[in-house]
């Protein structure tokens, strides 16, 4: 599902075998459905799945793409998409130019799950099947930011003053609010532990030779005994 930016009473619906529809929440009516799609040279039934969809600001044309996408999301450029796919790519296209991909973004090691781009700053966010999140620069291709994830996460949505700085000011306040809740004491306890245990392990003698274990030669002297 998506929500239109320009007219703020309609929305877009789709998914595996549903086809695309628009919504005036304020009538509470479907004003489009999309119709069902002619079978294949084989007499086939074509499967509908649409994996993703956004709108498309100062324009009503419809692109449709035949790959495997699994993701899109737009950017601030006029008719410029970012688009991610099953097999780990994500690309910059050009709808003006009848899909030309201007940029590819590497570094994924699974499939690209989700994208979203920040409007005030060329910065794009994924999140892909290999449970990292990615941020790359829009121009230069580059990874600014590559976090780790516990969980596969399959879309994200990115604030309109989105910025690398927000990150580490974030990340700096999480730090302060986890030292502000953990008991002084406690933590001068652990420090003073760590320091005794240090001096302990620097005051003993390094080993050079570890003594060898010889069988025989205990045998031998129990018999003597």
């Excluded at 100062?58 to 793409?65: L, R």
């Excluded at 990115?158 to 700085?165: K, L, P, Q």
């Excluded at 700096?172 to 003073?192: F, P, T, Y």
């Amino acid at each position: 599902m998506c929500h239109s930016r320009v007219q703020k009473n309609i929305i877009a619906t789709g998914g595996l075998e549903n086809r695309l529809k628009l919504f005036d929440l304020e009538k509470r009516t479907l004003i489009f459905s999309e119709k069902n799609l002619s079978h294949d040279w084989l007499e086939l039934r074509i499967p509908i799945w649409i994996s993703d969809l956004n709108f498309l600001p100062a324009t009503q044309q419809i692109v449709t793409a035949d790959e495997a996408l699994t993701c899109l999301c737009i950017t601030p450029a006029e008719r410029h998409i970012i688009v991610g796919s099953g097999k780990g790519r994500m690309n910059l296209v050009d709808l003006r130019k009848s899909g030309t991909i201007l940029n590819t973004y590497k570094g994924f090691a699974g499939g690209v799950t989700g994208v979203a781009c920040s409007m005030s700053n060329p910065y794009v966010a994924s999140v892909s099947l290999d449970r990292y999140l990615r941020i790359h620069h829009v121009d230069t291709k580059e990874v600014l930011k590559k976090i780790y994830l516990t969980s596969k996460l399959t879309c994200l949505v990115v604030r309109s003053d989105f910025s690398i700085e927000s990150i580490i000011d974030d990340k700096q306040k999480v730090v302060e609010l986890h030292c502000d809740n953990i008991d002084k004491r406690s933590c001068g306890n652990e420090v003073a532990s760590e320091e005794e245990y240090d001096e302990l392990f620097n005051k003993m003698e390094a080993v050079d030779k570890v003594p060898r274990f010889d069988k025989n030669k205990e045998q031998e002297e129990q018999k003597r005994d």
